[in-house]
Each structure stands twice: as structure tokens, then as C-alpha cells.
Nanobody
Framework: QVQLVESGGGLVQAGGSLRLSCAASGSIRSIWIMGWYRQAPGNQRELVATITGGYSTNYADSAKGRFTISRDNAKNTVYLEMNSLKPEDTAVYYC??????????WGQGTQVTVSS
């Protein structure tokens, strides 16, 4: 079992920045990939970025060049640095952990609202 707790969401003006954090606890050694997803009202949950234990990253096209995912293994924490935010980035952002033996865990989500 893995527990994920997100923080760092909030209200920001367009062009601003936010940093999301996701603290993981539990069976940390069994995590393969960690990532950030988001879901806007009326939309499906979509990938934002992922990072493996070997620090390989993958980004959605909408995040490339503006968002950076990173991880601090000593703190069991994954970050999402978001710059040049746009109103269309408004969503609930979820942290995820994909396990080596299969299965996914999700955090409770943190709201990001970008005003125009």
C-alpha cells in the first residue's frame, strides 16, 4: 500500500507559477513510476507528466516547455513545477504511483485555478 498526499495548489494569475508536491509513504520501494495527472470539470483525467525511478521523464504536449517534474528520493516526494500558467491549466491535479507488480495509487487531488 502507498499513500500519496498532494499540496501546493491554489489560485494564480495567468502567466504565474506554482509548485505542487506529492509526499509518498508506505511501500515506497515497490513504486515504478510516479506522475501527475489532471482533471478539469467535464473532462477526463489526463496525463501531465511522469518520472521513473531512474529519473526518465515524460510530458504531455500541453506541459512541455512549461512544466517540470522532479523527485527527491530522500524525501519520498515528487514535484511539479508549473510556469507560464494558462487558464486552461485549471483543474484538479492528482499524484499517482504505478507499482512494479501492477496497480496504481492516487492522491486526493489539489485544485489549481488560473485566472485570466
Amino acid at each position: 500500500q502507498v499513500q500519496l498526499v498532494e499540496s501546493g495548489g491554489g489560485l494564480v494569475q495567468a502567466g504565474g507559477s506554482l509548485r505542487l508536491s506529492c509526499a509518498a509513504s508506505g511501500s515506497i520501494r515497490s513504486i515504478w513510476i510516479m506522475g501527475w495527472y489532471r482533471q478539469a470539470p467535464g473532462n477526463q483525467r489526463e496525463l501531465v507528466a511522469t518520472i521513473t525511478g531512474g529519473y526518465s521523464t515524460n510530458y504531455a504536449d500541453s506541459a512541455k516547455g512549461r512544466f517540470t517534474i522532479s523527485r527527491d528520493n530522500a524525501k519520498n516526494t515528487v514535484y511539479l513545477e508549473m510556469n507560464s500558467l494558462k487558464p486552461e491549466d485549471t483543474a484538479v491535479y492528482y499524484c499517482s504511483a504505478r507499482m512494479i507488480m501492477g496497480g496504481d495509487y492516487w492522491g486526493q487531488g489539489t485544485q489549481v485555478t488560473v485566472s485570466s
